[in-house]
């Protein structure tokens, strides 16, 4: 049972509370009244179906004497009619006039279910909920096969459930349960009601029955395959317990000349479940087809084509539900979102601050702030929002719910990173430590993250003492094992570390598709690139999405570039530039790549600047600009982002000899002198799997030129 006191309208009742509201209601209710869940508990402490005893205000019960249908007919019409005028005048002493009219006629014909139902008809459209259940269950003591007393007891309870707010999670689990009494006479006296098979459905999943919440919506589907509502009832059922299939095969089951919107729409939100979007793109523009005003459904659209990296398609649909619902926040972030992907901060930074104007205090926009902040550099802005959100978010006890971790995991990584791109790593350190205290899959990210902070500060036996320290506690984490894995064979015993990742291909493609990826990046790195070569054309057999199969190609592309075969390295890049034009990796790489060998330096500026422009704060990328202005004898702005990248990276050799070579080519020996020295002193600090010889060597011997030219001319100005 849900703990229903915290619902405001339970979800899967959505349907069923509006089509309650469509019942004719008073707007006029007698003093005194009781309307609330307690008045409600308290009318029906006995169930449903057992006699209940008269209240004052009920008609008396059957006695010995004769019905006077004749008097009773006539009170009725009297009845009838105050009833009517209560409804068009809103006067209250029409209730009064209507109910006493009605008692009238039941003191003429006691006997009359019918009179007795309309009189708690009556009841309930005036707002005197205690007396209406109890004239209800006297109905149903007397006649339980009476269908009008069950469904007026039924709607009570369903508009009950729509209040449960102000109840006790006892009273919300006894109402919830009288509803689904009265529903499954309900459907035993009507079997062929479409809406009430549904209604059931809807209170038995509700109640965490979801076995006969299935039995209720098939049922219904069998009544009527085209019903939209029966279809998209149990395929979200479906849904919700993963079998995506059969939700996919329930809404496939209705003729595409029958689908409406929601069908389409339904049809979109499963393929999105199963990771599908470009079938969940069509679906859902098949229903924002059918229905231009339809803004869930493209939400829906939008959502999907930004999850299939089409950017551009998705911020056109953002845009015009931001123009049709301006107050829509999360469709603002989504737009700051793609601009923030496409490298253009100021608009993203733009729509974020319209998000926010709306929501000030909501922890998702303050987020998305420390994102932006992140992207242009300002990591201690962007680290002093993170925090506070860390603090807003903490608990004294140290208990919280799997959403408040999951929240708090992702404000913890986002921090570390920002440490770590601050190159400040034992706070980064510390901050994802605090991660391996939730959750198995959150403690793995925990883990990973310490991992690599302490892999980018070349501190190798910390990597690897986390590495078994995660692997000790989460014996079971695949990934764990590999990152363990990966830490041996470049510090340790290859062999043995490839052998155990082997021996984890199991013959699930999704599983042995990573084991291949890890195997080919271990051999890289080892240099065993024709087993690094076979690994990774496994890997992409067993790819079957287009971005994996992108990655996996990227992967296979820098495997090539090591080896020096440039051209296969090079058609590897445009493979995944032409299916991934924003991808900053394989733009950086093939601009790099063109760069070193100051070939196409304009093509490699202009692939490196897109790379940048995505990505601003990435060392690597600063480094690969200031590397092809070199190249291109711009050395003004070659020092200029090489400086930058030293802020970024300051531990990587390549960066310090290439800032060595600018200080070198614009005549300051000294300052190259030092960059090289450092270059060379981080080269020592690199793992023997990462360390190119031959660049090693090509810096020394440029320090050696230097140093003997420095000594020349401290010699000749003696």
């Known amino acids: 049972m849900k703990n229903f006191s915290s619902l405001l309208v339970p979800a899967l009742l959505a349907a069923s509370l509006a089509a309650m509201a469509q019942q004719p209601a008073s707007t006029v209710q007698q003093n005194g009244t009781d309307t609330g869940v307690a008045a409600l508990a308290a009318a029906t402490g006995k169930d449903a179906q057992t006699a209940a005893k008269p209240s004052a ?10 019905p006077d249908r004749a008097e009773a007919y006539y009170h009725f019409q009297l009845g009838h009619i105050y009833e009517e005028m209560v409804s068009t005048s809103g006067r209250a002493d029409y209730v009064s006039k209507a109910v006493n009219e009605y008692k009238a006629a039941l003191e003429a014909d006691p006997s009359s279910s019918y009179l007795a139902a309309s009189l708690a008809e009556l009841y309930a459209r005036t707002g005197n909920i205690r007396d209406a259940v109890a004239q209800a269950q006297e109905v149903i003591a007397r006649d339980p096969d009476n269908l009008d007393a069950r469904r007026l007891l039924g709607r009570i309870y369903l508009r009950a459930i729509g209040d449960l707010q102000g109840g006790t999670q006892a009273e919300a689990e006894a109402i919830v349960r009288m509803a689904i009494e009265q529903y ?8 062929k009601s479409i809406e009430d098979h549904l209604l059931l459905g809807r209170l038995y999943r509700l109640n965490n029955e979801t076995g006969k919440a299935e039995s209720e919506f098939r049922a219904a589907v069998k009544l009527q395959p085209s019903s939209e509502d029966a279809v998209t009832t149990l395929a979200l059922l479906y849904n919700e317990e993963g079998n995506f299939n059969r939700a996919l095969d329930i809404l496939q089951s209705v003729p595409e000349v029958n689908r409406s919107p929601r069908i389409y729409a339904g049809l979109g939100y499963t393929y999105e479940q199963k990771k599908d979007y470009k079938s969940a793109v069509a679906a859902y523009r098949k229903a924002v087809d059918l229905d231009q005003d339809n803004l869930d459904a493209r939400r829906g659209l939008a959502q999907n084509l930004l999850s299939d990296n089409q950017n551009d398609a998705a911020l056109e649909q953002y845009n015009a539900i931001a123009a049709a619902d301006p107050q829509d926040v999360q ?3 989504r737009i700051s979102e793609i601009h923030r992907r496409d490298g253009q901060f100021d608009k993203a930074k733009e729509a974020l601050d319209k998000a926010q104007a709306i929501a000030p205090d909501s922890m998702e926009v303050q987020y998305n702030r420390a994102v932006i902040e992140e992207g242009f550099g300002r990591f201690d802005e962007a680290a002093k929002i993170l925090e506070e959100l860390l603090k807003r978010t903490e608990k004294s006890n140290g208990i919280y719910s799997a959403s408040e971790r999951n929240n ?11 440490y770590r791109e601050a190159n400040k790593t ?32 070349k501190n190798w036996p910390a990597a690897t003492a986390t590495a078994q320290e995660a692997v000790e506690r989460l014996p079971n984490d695949r990934s764990l094992q590999m990152v363990l894995a990966g830490q041996e064979a470049d510090t340790g015993d290859a062999d043995a570390a490839i052998d155990r990742v082997k021996a984890m291909l199991n013959g699930k493609p999704a599983e042995d598709r990573e084991v291949w990826i890890a195997l080919a990046q271990m051999n890289s790195r080892l240099r065993r690139y024709a087993e690094a070569e076979k690994a990774a054309a496994n890997a992409l057999e067993l790819s079957t999405k287009p971005e994996d199969k992108s990655y996996v190609v990227f992967i296979t592309g820098s495997i090539y570039e090591r080896q020096k075969k440039y051209d296969e390295a090079e058609a590897c890049f445009r493979k995944v530039i032409a299916s991934d034009p924003k991808n900053p990796m394989a733009l950086n790489y093939l601009g790099y790549m063109l760069a070193d060998r100051g070939t196409r330096l304009e093509e490699a500026l202009s692939l490196i600047r897109r790379a940048v422009a995505l990505d601003p704060q990435n060392g690597a990328y600063l480094d690969s600009l200031g590397w092809v202005y070199f190249k291109m004898g711009k050395y003004d702005l070659a020092e200029a982002e090489l400086r930058k990248a030293i802020d970024r990276i300051d531990t990587d050799p390549t960066v310090h000899e290439h800032l060595g070579d600018v200080y070198q080519k614009t005549n300051r020996l000294k300052l190259a002198a030092a960059q090289w020295e450092r270059s060379l002193q981080e080269w020592k ?23 003997v030219k420095i000594a020349k001319q401290e010699e000749h100005k003696r």
């Open 685 to 707: 600090k690199t793992i023997p799997a990462e360390v190119d010889s031959t660049e090693v060597a090509k810096v020394q011997k440029k320090l050696d030129g230097a140093k």
């Open 57 to 66: 205000a009920s008609a008396p019960t059957a006695a010995t004497k004769q």
């Open 426 to 457: 034992q706070l980064a350190v510390d901050t994802f430590r605090k991660m391996t205290s939730f959750g198995d899959e959150l403690a793995a990210r925990g883990y990973q993250q310490v991992i690599e902070t302490y892999r980018d500060a």
């Open 331 to 333: 469709t603002l972030l």
């Open 408 to 418: 708090r995991s992702i404000f913890l990584e986002r921090l570390g990173t920002v």
């Open 184 to 191: 499954e006479q309900i459907v035993r006296l009507d079997p």
